[in-house]
């Protein structure tokens, strides 16, 4: 199993661009979810999945739009990127409250 | 909203010696999780606490809940190099969200 993998790993955006990010488990969870880490701090939630077809807005949702059309996959959307985006961001997805990450995407907008 | 504090931020700790990182929050929390994150890595789940006033060991590692089920800690003993990393814990709300800490980012000195 290869768990959570997040494309890409890296990449850098300029102001306005937009771009999409994607997040694949095998594991057959329900619950998906999308963080962003910013330097010394904790995780925050952006958005999150339940199930197949159906999103939820997290505690810092503004700019940002996912999908879930397939059960395995949860895809975070950013439409016009800016440079308070620039963050680290983590997939996850969960079984019985315990959360597995992917390895995170490093976004940079200049 | 729920908010889950940690301290200290930073801990500097010489190889072979305890520490202690802990976690508070202003509401009664229904259970919570520790991760750690070793540098340029992702969150790795370690252990979930519900009831009041449990304690839990994996080898070095102790984790308690709080009587009050307000405030959580971890100890180590015997630092180890291989102990660096942030250690968050996190607060599970409705929907298998997670409310992180900000994390206590661990350096060992050898």
């Known amino acids: 199993n290869a768990g959570v993998t997040q494309t890409p790993k890296f990449r850098v955006l300029k102001t306005g661009q937009s771009m999409t990010l994607l997040c694949a488990q095998d594991m057959n969870h329900e619950y998906m979810y999308w963080y962003r880490q910013d330097p010394g701090m904790g995780l925050r939630l952006i958005h999150y999945s339940v199930g197949e077809g159906t999103t939820a807005k997290g505690e810092v949702p503004d700019g940002y739009n996912v999908s879930r059309l397939k059960k395995q996959n949860f895809l975070l959307g950013l439409e016009s990127a800016a440079p308070s985006q620039t963050s680290v961001y983590f997939c996850?997805?969960?079984?019985?409250?315990?959360?597995?990450f992917g390895p995170g995407t490093r976004l940079t907008v200049t | 909203g729920q908010q889950v504090m940690q301290i200290p931020q930073y801990q500097h700790v010489q190889e072979g010696e305890d520490f202690t990182t802990y976690c508070n929050s202003s509401?009664?929390?229904?259970?919570i999780q520790w991760y750690k994150q070793r540098p340029g890595g992702h969150p790795v789940f370690l252990i979930q606490l519900v009831k009041s006033g449990e304690v839990k060991k994996q080898k070095r590692l102790t984790f308690q809940f709080g009587e009050a089920k307000k405030n959580s800690s971890l100890h180590i003993t015997a630092t180890q190099t291989t102990d660096v990393g942030t250690y968050f814990c996190a607060a599970i709300k409705r929907g298998n969200k997670l409310t992180f800490g900000g994390g206590t980012r661990v350096l060992v000195k050898p």
């Open positions: 996850a997805s969960s079984w019985q409250n315990e959360q597995y």
């Open positions: 509401t009664t929390l229904s259970n």
